[in-house]
């Protein structure tokens, strides 16, 4: 079944909440049970920022931003289990952290892949903000108004759940590509 999310196509999904057991207590799901299975997972994050902070990303006395980000964001995939209490610690086989200027600001996507018993969504996510947050940390002097916007999901393959694509309506903000 189809319904429509902030001008978003998305799968409805379960109405119960995987992470509470049947006192409401908070537990980590047990997918000892599981089979291992190719899993995959892509997240993005948007930087707004201004025409004057675009310009000066190959200045940066700290270093390539772009680049320090990616690096951030591709390491922070790897430490999602310590960050959110409920993630499993996951095998991760693959991770990719791209970054591309655009007029109006810096796109992120993430890309995470493993094989396991339990989905990469979370550490696709974390991968996508923790870059959106290195780029801030690394403008900020220039800009304290610099913002991070749209982190989110856009694609999961495997698991239980199946497949989930993004869909994004007619009127959805995107970012433009810088000239």
Do not use: W
Request: contains cysteine; glycine residues 6%.
């Amino acid at each position: 079944m189809k319904s429509e999310t902030h001008g978003l196509k998305t799968t409805r999904m379960s109405k119960k909440l995987s992470h509470y057991d049947a006192a409401g207590r908070a537990t980590m799901v047990d997918v000892s049970e599981k089979l291992a299975s190719k899993r995959e997972a892509e997240a993005s994050s948007f930087v707004r920022m201004s025409v004057e902070v675009l310009k000066s990303l190959p200045r940066n006395p700290k270093g390539n931003p772009l680049e320090i980000a990616r690096f951030a964001g591709i390491s922070a995939a790897k430490r999602t289990s310590d960050l959110i209490p409920m993630c499993h610690p996951l095998p991760l086989s693959f991770i990719d952290v791209d970054t591309r200027v655009c007029e109006n600001g810096v796109a992120i996507a993430s890309r995470v892949t493993t094989t396991a018993g339990t989905g990469v969504e979370m550490e696709a996510l974390v991968a996508a903000s923790v870059a959106a947050l290195t780029v801030y940390d690394m403008c900020k002097a220039l800009d304290k108004g610099i913002s991070i916007e749209h982190v989110r999901l856009e694609r999961k393959s495997g698991g239980k759940s199946g497949a989930y694509q993004r869909q994004a309506a007619p009127n959805a903000p995107r970012a433009k590509r810088h000239r």
